[in-house]
Structure formats: structure tokens, C-alpha cells
Nanobody
Framework: QVHLIESGGGLVQAGDSLRLSCAAS????????MGWFRQAPGKEREFVAA????????YYGDFVQGRFFISRDNAQNMLYLQIYTLKPEDTAVYYC????????????????WGQGTQVTVSS
């Protein structure tokens, strides 16, 4: 089972950009499709993006509207989420996870969750 640690969150202003990172260890990272989810206070965990093992295919949550970009570096065992034009409604804890159900957007199809990184967007 892969171990995941997210980083890169923080307090930012609306309109800023941010790149979240997820470091993987303890498994063969390149054998795993990966994904990002987020969870705002009082809300369910929400699918953000997923990327295939090679990085050649991606899909996103319905709310993304081109502001999020998922990428990976298999040589460095790293997963990234670039967020542009941040909005206050993007405030949430962001999690990376292994995607075990390609094409699925349910958190139940993922495993090996990291501890999350907090993103807070002020207006």
C-alpha cells in the first residue's frame, strides 16, 4: 500500500494560484492511477481530478471549469494539483489518494488516503 503525504496548502487570497503536492512512498507509484479530492467543512468529500498511471489521461470534477490541472512525475513519485484563480468556495482540505476505479468519481473507489492539506481562500 502506498503512503501519501500532501503539502502546499495555506492561506491565499481570491484570484491567487496554488500548487499542491503529494509525495508517494512504499509502493510502485507508476503502477497506480491517482486522484485528488477535497472536503469543505460540513460537506462531503468531493472529487477534484484523476490522472492515469502514465499521466496521459485525466478527468475532472464538474465544478473545475478549467481552473484545476492534475499532473504527476513518476520519476519523483510525486502528484500535483495546480489551482488557478482561487475562489473562497475552494476553501477545503485537499486529499490525494490512489484511484482504484478509473472513470469513477466516488471516494469509495479510492484508497491510501493522505492526511490532507488545508487550503483557505480569503475574499
Amino acid at each position: 500500500q502506498v503512503h501519501l503525504i500532501e503539502s502546499g496548502g495555506g492561506l491565499v487570497q481570491a484570484g491567487d494560484s496554488l500548487r499542491l503536492s503529494c509525495a508517494a512512498s512504499g509502493g510502485t507509484f507508476s503502477d497506480r492511477a491517482m486522484g485528488w479530492f477535497r472536503q469543505a467543512p460540513g460537506k462531503e468529500r468531493e472529487f477534484v481530478a484523476a490522472i492515469s498511471r502514465s499521466g496521459g489521461n485525466r478527468y475532472y470534477g464538474d465544478f473545475v471549469q478549467g481552473r484545476f490541472f492534475i499532473s504527476r512525475d513518476n520519476a519523483q513519485n510525486m502528484l500535483y494539483l495546480q489551482i488557478y484563480t482561487l475562489k473562497p468556495e475552494d476553501t477545503a482540505v485537499y486529499y490525494c489518494a490512489e484511484n482504484r476505479g478509473w472513470g469513477n468519481k466516488d471516494a469509495d473507489s479510492c484508497a491510501s488516503w493522505g492526511q490532507g492539506t488545508q487550503v483557505t481562500v480569503s475574499s
